[in-house]
């Protein structure tokens, strides 16, 4: 897999009033759209937040596309927006945290799945500034279904990565 570390000037808008706060009331888990109708994101966006993990997620997103000048034209991808938790603020804790989650995943063999860790800053509650991680993960393949799969095959493998860094985190604490 290959996997990038980028800084982005967009503001992440956590303190959107859409916002479903999956730590307080997993069961809201069914009103994100996405999570019903992919088994392998559901899984995650509970495991980045429960009550052990140091992580938190306030946005998710799939999409498809294709790309006619690439053999593999069919993609699916995923954007994950999440926050170390609680109340992180340090914009190099988040690029340490992009370095090491890059690090892991390009341990993964294949050009078929791309991972862009973006560090970007983040309105939150209260109108005080911090920061945020959004994960995109890209898959391709030659059917849609093809790509489909890579893709819940390299949100396993997100997972792992977000698992072991989790670990890191805590110890640090």
């Given at each position: ?53 140091p992580f938190s997620t ?116």
């Amino acid at each position: 897999m290959r996997a990038t570390v980028t800084t982005s000037k967009e503001n992440c808008d956590i303190a959107h009033l859409e916002h479903v706060d999956l730590r307080e009331d997993p069961g809201a888990i069914a009103r994100i759209d996405a999570a019903r109708k992919h088994a392998a994101l559901r899984g995650l966006l509970l495991n980045l937040n429960d009550d052990d993990s140091p992580f938190s997620t306030f946005g998710c997103k799939v999409w498809t596309a294709t790309d006619d000048s690439a053999a593999e034209a069919n993609v699916f991808a995923s954007r994950i927006d999440l926050r170390v938790s609680p109340g992180e603020e340090d914009e190099a804790q988040y690029h340490d945290l992009a370095r090491r989650l890059a690090g892991l995943l390009e341990r993964e063999p294949g050009d078929a799945l791309r991972a862009e860790l973006q560090i970007s800053p983040a309105q939150l509650a209260g109108g005080r500034q911090g920061f945020c991680l959004r994960v995109f993960l890209f898959a391709r393949g030659t059917a849609p279904e093809q790509a489909q799969l890579r893709w819940s095959l390299g949100l396993a493998r997100l997972q792992q990565a977000l698992l072991f860094a989790a670990r890191a985190i805590r110890q640090n604490r």
